[in-house]
């Protein structure tokens, strides 16, 4: 009798524990089912295109000669030309930066494919944050003018560095957008929109656009390096879920 008991008072636990979502595991771990809330979830990306407030001027100069401590002496020297020239532009120190440094031998080859070493070649590379737009190109020029020919850029865009305000007007186009995406499915679904369960924001980004430069002409004068800035696009993407309830 009392191993009926038994029995029955396992059986009786055992539905116990199914009726309330219970399982056991091979490890005898514990899972609970939670009740899935109705409603929907959504995706929506927000945009502004606002004016780029600097330009990135990256460029290089360089040196060869015979031995690799002579060319890296006159890259030095260029390198020092091209930073007197930054200083009067009144370009900030903290917005200057060496990018690398660098010296390789230079070869030339024959007709039948043979390797000569001609010298070494040597590069001292900056990045450079051009914070006045107007005077960008002006920049530009006092620096190839005090190095000369033995220099390279590498990169003249225009960039945002402050993007916050774009981020925050993006933010909001986003979330609009996002809310009416939810108002339009609960419409279909004859129910209404409840309270938003979720957010999540990914991250922004700005689309850079190809630098734009030309050189203007003008009777008497030499060419001048522009630089157009147009506009970039700052976009804000987020996935918001919204709670659905019975229409009354």
Not at 13 to 30: D, K, Q
Not at 138 to 147: F, I, K, L, Q, T
């Amino acid at each position: 009798m009392n191993n009926i008991k038994k029995t029955l008072s396992f059986i009786g636990a055992c539905s116990l524990i199914a009726s309330c979502g219970f399982s056991v595991g091979e490890e005898n771990t514990w899972d609970v089912t939670q009740p899935i809330e109705t409603g929907v979830t959504v995706e929506a990306t927000g945009s502004v295109k606002v004016v780029p407030d600097a330009v990135q001027f990256n460029f290089s100069v360089f040196a060869i000669d015979t031995t690799s401590s002579s060319a890296l002496e006159r890259a030095t020297g260029l390198a020092s030309q091209a930073r007197e020239a930054l200083e009067k532009a009144k370009i900030d120190k903290d917005d200057i930066a060496t990018q690398s440094v660098s010296i390789y031998p230079e070869y030339s080859y024959s007709q039948d494919g043979k390797q000569n070493l001609i010298g070494f070649r040597a590069t001292q590379s900056f990045a450079v944050t051009l914070r006045d737009t107007t005077s960008a190109g002006e920049v530009v020029d006092a620096v190839v003018a005090s190095v000369g020919t033995d220099l390279s850029i590498d990169t003249l865009s225009p960039i945002l560095i402050d993007s916050k305000d774009a981020a925050e007007q993006a933010r909001e186009s986003a979330i609009k957008l996002a809310k009416k995406k939810a108002e339009d499915y609960a419409d279909l679904l004859g129910v209404d929109l409840g309270n938003v369960i979720s957010v999540r924001e990914f991250a922004t980004s700005g689309a850079t656009p190809q630098p734009w430069l030309r050189a203007d002409l003008a009777v008497g004068e030499s060419s001048k390096t522009v630089v157009d800035l147009g506009t970039q696009e700052v976009s804000v993407t987020v996935e918001a879920r919204w709670a659905f309830v019975s229409g009354s």
